[in-house]
């Protein structure tokens, strides 16, 4: 064992225990019952504050967000939801909006302040934008390591095939440093799923790469769309390496079709996200869980031009999750926690998570008795640790 840094006394863990944290080098080298003689260089007593592994915000924009910046009103589309029309509005507000740079940076604090230590933020990457959006929340990603990790998709906000050169960027993106390759709604947006799909694995196993697919079209198109993205995922043998975001679809379903699908979604090794989005139709998260699916959740879009709710918190996100379900039970409040913890790291395929011995000191106190009351109850007034290190209190981002 390394000798230990800091030993975090009196943690109170999701299993009713009562433990003291050892770290070294960032990482948790001893977990011991509270009092067992262990000696470190230096120790903060937590009080017995409920511990939990760092939040995973797992789907969020960093680039088109507005949170800090002016307040920009909501404008309808003319006839119904149109995700063409919504991208329109998207550009002008982008156009009068503050700097890119400075509005990310506004939304990443809010998220570590609420305790998330992971995430994943889709970035415009399009014929209307080029790599310039990825190449700022590049410099902010970089600016920012050390008190959170950043996974970055290139997201094609604007289609592949109506967007001239998308195929071109979205392959620069991944060598500019980009993670995953995005894809956006092949039916509706681009008319065409299997071209769709050729470049967005096209690039992915070219690059080797992971895809995390924007799919908002409902009904059986979603469910043919996601067979679709399912049977790539079998060909390609990239199961775990590939999530399906909104999925609304599955929302929409018979519960015998959404338990094949279920079955399906499963055995591809197929992710879905959800953000249990206002009153829109969202995926069962309880079947799709029952049914061995990996179910993650984020903030999505928080004050941009596609709606003006979102607070960067995702305990409130479980909250959420969990009301939206009709979750009741110890258990069930346990599952909408689990969807923004350890489900969320498996979905991002994060090593080292969680509280167990060799994994990174990403944690964060709550003042609940435990998980369940903490889903319900949503209290502020956390502590954030980023590898051992404090990086957020009360609210607010702290730095050396
Ligand atoms: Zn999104």
Wanted: aromatic share 6%; glycine share 12%; charged share 20%.
């Amino acid at each position: 064992m390394s000798d230990i840094e800091t030993l975090f006394t009196r943690a109170r863990l999701p299993d009713g225990s009562s433990k003291d944290i050892g770290v070294a080098d960032g990482r948790i080298v001893s977990l011991e019952l509270t009092g067992a003689p262990v000696s470190a260089s230096r120790v903060i007593d937590l009080q017995g504050a409920l511990v939990v592994p760092g939040f995973v915000e797992g789907h969020i924009h960093l680039d088109t967000s507005f949170y800090g910046d002016t307040w920009i009103p909501h404008k309808p589309c003319t006839d119904g939801f149109d995700v063409h029309e919504r991208v329109a509005f998207q550009a002008q507000n982008m156009a009068q909006a503050a700097p890119m740079d400075v509005r990310a940076k506004n939304q990443l604090e809010l998220c570590i302040a609420n305790g998330s230590t992971h995430m994943r933020s889709h970035v415009m990457v399009d014929g209307s934008v080029g790599l310039k959006s990825l190449e700022t929340i590049l410099a902010v990603r970089e600016e920012y390591r050390g008190l959170i990790d950043i996974q970055l998709v290139a997201f094609p906000q604007s289609g592949i095939l109506k967007s001239p050169g998308t195929p071109e960027l979205l392959d620069e993106a991944i060598a500019m440093g980009a993670d995953l390759v995005g894809g956006l709604d092949p039916a509706s947006f681009d008319r065409d799923i299997e071209k769709h799909l050729d470049v967005v694995f096209g690039v992915a196993e070219k690059r080797g790469v992971g895809v995390d697919i924007h799919l908002h079209d409902g009904g059986t198109l979603g469910l043919f769309t996601i067979e679709q993205i399912c049977a790539r995922t079998r060909a390609l043998s990239m199961g775990g390496h590939v999530a399906i975001s909104h999925a609304y679809g599955l929302g929409d379903l018979l519960v015998d079709v959404a338990k094949r699908a279920a079955g399906l979604i499963a055995e591809s090794g197929v992710s879905i996200m959800t953000n249990a989005p206002g009153a829109h139709a969202f995926p069962p998260v309880a079947l799709l869980r029952s049914a061995g699916v990996t179910v993650f959740s984020g903030s999505d879009n928080i004050r941009d031009s596609w709606w003006p709710y979102g607070d960067g918190d995702m305990l409130g996100r479980a909250m959420m999750i969990g009301y939206r379900s009709g979750f009741h039970t110890d258990d069930e409040l346990k599952a909408a926690f689990d969807v923004v913890t350890e489900s969320g790291a498996k979905a991002l395929r994060l090593d080292s998570y969680g509280l167990r011995l060799g994994a990174k000191a990403d944690f964060v106190t709550l003042q609940a008795e435990h998980v369940p009351e903490a889903v319900v109850a949503v209290p502020k007034g956390r502590s954030v640790f980023k590898a051992g290190k404090l990086v957020a209190r009360d609210g607010i981002v702290l730095r050396d």
